[in-house]
């Protein structure tokens, strides 16, 4: 059973920086991409940003310019580097792993905070 495990999460106030990681339990090169979500009280989860097993990365519109995806292989991990926090990107935070025909494996999710 493969495991997420994010971490990084916490209190940051507007305009500063915090950096999300996520450790892999096994090969990560098993998922086709890697994912963050989020999901903030009252509103469904939502994509963040994604990079796929050869490097394509996708963000939405909201965190273009301020938030960064990256992933080691050889550690297993994958991150999220976001800058210029705003109020508005207080959530739950999940790290995601997808496999083709079998969908996303979920982390437990780490609290973000972005409040003065």
Do not use: H
């Amino acid at each position: 059973q493969v495991q997420l495990v994010e971490s990084g999460g916490g209190l940051v106030q507007p305009g500063g920086s915090l950096r999300l990681s996520c450790a892999v339990s096994g090969d990560i090169s098993r998922f086709n991409s890697m994912g963050w979500y989020r999901q903030a009280p009252g509103k469904q989860r939502e994509l963040v940003a994604r990079m796929s097993s050869s490097g394509t990365t996708d963000y939405t519109y909201f965190v273009q310019g301020r938030f960064t995806i990256s992933r080691d292989n050889a550690k297993n991990t994958v991150s999220l580097q976001m800058n210029d926090l705003k109020p508005e990107d207080t959530a739950v935070y999940y790290c995601a792993g997808y496999v083709a025909f079998i969908g996303n494996s979920w982390g437990q999710g780490t609290q973000v905070t972005v409040s003065s």
